[in-house]
């Protein structure tokens, strides 16, 4: 084999990984992606005395370190965020997110949710959403 002939084959080879990493890069295949274990949590008849706490298990699913940037509840009064990682999730691995429904001063069906913001790709907002059937005593 030729030296002109090898140069050709490997700028051919070259040429196809660089197009295959191109094409990944679209596709996000580098990114993290988040998996929210429940995206709903229904806690069903619960009384305003009763201490209501769920842990969401957040994984990541994808090839870079997932970074959870915030977690938001659509209602500061009934829902608190306990805590989230604030570290990078490795690919693989997952963190936990503990949050506590206040229903003290509740009554009926009440309907509420918090949102994870990430960088996750395509996808960064997750919306989880948490309902309950507050008991009067």
């Not at 002939?5 to 996000?28: E, M, P, Q, R, Y």
């Not at 940037?69 to 990682?85: A, G, T």
């Not at 069906?109 to 997750?126: C, D, G, L, R, Y």
Request: proline content about 5%; aromatic content about 6%.
């Amino acid at each position: 084999m030729t030296n002109r002939t090898l140069c050709s084959i490997l700028l051919t080879v070259f040429g196809i990984v660089l197009c295959l990493l191109v094409i990944a890069d679209n596709t996000h295949f580098w990114s993290p992606q988040m998996a929210v274990e429940s995206l709903t949590v229904d806690f069903g008849n619960v009384s305003t005395t009763d201490d209501v706490r769920q842990e969401i298990v957040v994984k990541n699913t994808g090839r870079s370190s997932l970074v959870i940037h915030r977690v938001s509840p659509s209602c500061s009064s009934c829902i608190v965020i306990q805590s989230y990682p604030k570290e990078p999730i490795p690919p693989g691995k997952q963190g936990i997110i503990e949050f506590t429904l206040d229903v003290s001063h509740m009554r009926d069906n009440i309907e509420t949710s918090f949102i994870i913001i990430s960088n996750a790709k395509p996808q960064e907002v997750a919306v989880v959403k948490v309902a309950a059937n507050v008991m009067t005593e």
